[in-house]
């Protein structure tokens, strides 16, 4: 048998170029290596994708929905929710904070809790004066009103919970009663310009938005806010800001983040994270011993050829190198055909939530959560799977380069 010179000599470019001829000799057995590769990546990818995008959609329900990436609040409001911890924001302030760029909004908030009524019922709630555009632009409030109309300068946003346990239709009055700003009697009525529906049940059940001045004028805290909520172009973009919105506040008032703010949260984000590690190392070794047994099938069917080349004078060296070359070809086009592969598949995801219905779905409705599994479309995610299993191929390459250093003649005699 003899063997083309291409085979026994040249540099690796030369190699390269054998190890690719060598993998459409026997395209059944490339091509189902290259598969368990690129199904790899695609389950990888689709797990690191719903992973982060059940974290975005809770990190959004806190920063979007309520809290802002972060507050300015009196000193005292953390330790003690109480109107009397208020402030009035000086125009200085609001000015320096409107002139940070990685701030996106500045919105003011008055909040206290009160009595409402209705005809003979009651009910304990949370009243929230609010800039109305500037609230819209954070929490895109106006889109969640249900029935009646977004309010401007007067009137009651009510949740539909507590509009139904109150029996309050649009245009009906309601009835507010208080502590006010050290102390005073608030009382109030307010005619209800609309319901809103929010993901966050609690919220429906128990909160009502008032305008700010009107707010301040029921609570008698007249230019006082409870908070100063702060909306970054991004996580990563406010965090940056941190440090120098600090540097902008007296010493009687303190920044929060909304790790701060709700730390069972990030608590929860982390604890999953653990969990989702543990997950993905099992698909890790699912993946890396499929591509394994793949390669030994491989290695034990082409033993004779191994050792004919070996007879004919090919260095062992150049033979090991020819077969790394190999497994990385396959590895090559694994990732990319996996990577290409997950792009719409996961597209499809992230504008298509899976839909959890049942006990659990009335659980995470319960806590606050919509009731959909979301994906991010996070090209880090993608990349990142395509590096581990790429760094699996690449490690079970090393399986026939060593043992091309031990392969015999003899075989190919006996043979």
Known sequence: MSIPKEKTSGGTPGVMKIAWRNLWRNKRRTIITVSSIFFGVIFSAIMGSMQEGSYQKMIENVVRFYAGHAQIQHVKYPDQESINNSFVPSDSLMASLNKVDEIEEVVPRLESFALASSGQKTEGIMVMGVDPDKEDRMTELSTKVIEGNYFQKDGALVGKELAGNLGLDVGDTLVMISQGYHGVSAFGQYQV??????????????LVYMPLPEAQYFFQAFGNVTSLALVGASQKAMNKALPEIRSMINNDRVLRTWQEMFPAVLQQIESDRATALIMKLILYL???????????????ERQHEFSVMVAVGMHRSKLALMLLMEILWIGVLGVISGFLGTMPVVSWFVNHPIPITGQAGEWMKNIGFEPYMFFAWDVGVFLQQVLVVFILTTLVSFYPFIRAFKISPVVSVKN
């Open 193 to 206: 310009k609309g319901i809103f529906s929010h993901p966050n049940p609690e919220l429906n059940r128990r």
């Open 286 to 300: 699912v993946i890396g011993f499929g591509i394994l047994g793949t390669v030994v099938m491989m290695m034990a």
